[in-house]
């Protein structure tokens, strides 16, 4: 009994670590029993980061430990040792990816979860990595160590179905109806963006997977995978796959903090918003929707709250916004106090009087009241989210994690 973990395939040639790793599972011995597989999404902001960076892990039930090692080793060599620096193909990435530095892990007992939260939350060496019983390969380790030490307790399921290779350069064909109608089933989650309609379950660029639904249970997801696959304008699919995840778990956030603003600056073009606190610079990027629209109409006093993601640059990355409370943001001379007519100035520090009743009163301003566009928290909207943001409306009324 052990577990296997695997990171760090991606690659212009292979694609993908979840195709690497099918691969893998589909040809151990037919004696190995294997567990349901894991996806495990980390720290999004890790130096060397995948696609998605996303690693892998099973547990294994062999009967002999030898032997499983002996096809280990031979599979390393025939298929993953080749990956190693390769650069991965990619078009959407706002910056460079490392070359592929595949790695493998073997542990007889899952390493405590301490491992996982720091490799969920922050950069992580292979100096810190617990050491394995068994080892193949550089950097992708690490990730794969992090994939089996995740305690897996708040879980949401991914079904991944691959493209049959010859059509891989070919633009996806997915049924819209059976979308549709996978989008209404019950467990199914995040699988179709309700402001426009568009599926969220195919990659954008190149990838040799079809889709990825994801589900709150494994039955719904194997049920969606099926009913996608069954459907008469979905190409074939080379093989499907059920896989355990922390997606949606909101494991990478660290706890909610409270600042009060200082100033706000927007880029002229690309409307990002910088938020200047008492504490870090708190970025609501455009693409942040609600986020982004509360954070640009921040002002000097405005107390905020903030869950998000400290980038190494010292920023500190919002996924979810609230405003605790607001400064006035206009102001407008009193109400005369017995007849309720907006008072006037006389001059320059000659104080105010009442147009109507010509009473006076000293020279003071109200606030007008205003509402901001957004009161309670708010998140990006669905295609903009981290695979690990957990939606708002699966919390509590406050927005806790
Ligand atoms: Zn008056």
New binding site residues.
């Given amino acids: 009994m052990g577990w296997l973990g695997l990171d760090d395939t991606d690659s212009l040639q292979g694609g993908c670590t979840t195709a690497s790793f099918h691969a893998l599972l589909a040809d151990l011995p037919s004696n190995i029993k294997t567990g349901v597989p894991r996806l495990v999404r980390l720290w999004p902001f890790a130096q060397r980061r995948t696609r998605g960076n996303a690693a892998l892990a099973v547990e294994l039930h062999a009967p002999d430990e030898a032997v499983l090692m002996d096809h280990l080793d031979d599979w390393w060599r025939r298929h993953l040792a080749p990956l190693e620096g390769l650069v991965e193909a990619s078009t959407m990435s706002d910056r460079p990816q490392s070359p592929a530095s595949p790695g493998m892990v073997y542990y007889r007992e899952r390493p405590d979860e301490a491992f996982y939260w720091s490799a969920v939350r922050q950069e992580v060496d292979l100096l810190s990595t617990p050491t394995p019983h068994r080892a193949w390969g550089g950097h992708g380790k690490i990730g794969a160590a992090a994939a089996i030490s995740w305690p897996g307790q708040q879980v949401t399921w991914e079904a991944i179905a691959w493209r049959s290779t010859t059509e891989s350069t070919q633009p996806r064909r997915i049924d819209m109806n059976a979308l549709l109608d996978i989008d209404a089933m019950v467990g199914v989650v995040l699988s179709r963006d309700p402001r426009n309609g568009s599926g969220l379950i195919a990659p954008r660029g190149p990838s040799p997977v079809l889709f990825g639904v994801r589900a709150t249970s494994f039955e719904a997801a194997e049920g969606a995978c099926l009913h996608l696959l069954d459907a008469p304008k979905t190409e074939e699919a080379s093989a499907w796959r059920v896989f355990e995840t922390n997606q949606a778990s909101g494991d990478h956030l660290p706890p909610v903090q409270s600042f009060t603003v200082a100033s706000v600056g927007t880029h002229p073009a690309r409307k990002h918003a910088h938020v200047r606190t008492d504490g870090p610079t708190v970025v609501a990027y455009a693409e942040g929707g609600a986020v982004n629209a509360l954070a640009r109409w921040l002002q000097e006093g405005d107390k905020i709250s903030v869950a998000g993601l400290l980038h190494p640059d010292g920023t500190l990355h919002a996924e979810r916004l609230k405003v605790d409370s607001w400064v006035h943001r206009t102001y407008q001379r009193p109400l005369?106090s017995?007849?309720r007519?907006r008072m006037k100035s006389m001059g320059k520090g000659q104080g105010l009087r009442?147009p109507?009743?010509k009473?006076t009163a000293p020279d003071t301003w109200d606030g007008v009241p205003v509402e901001p566009p957004h009161t309670g928290w708010v998140e990006p909207p669905m295609d903009a989210r981290r695979h690990l943001a957990r939606p708002l409306s699966w919390e509590d009324s406050d927005g806790r994690m």
Avoid: F, K, M, P
Wanted: glycine share 0%; aromatic share 0%; charged share 0%.
């Fill in positions: 005369c017995s007849c007519v009442c109507s009743c009473s």
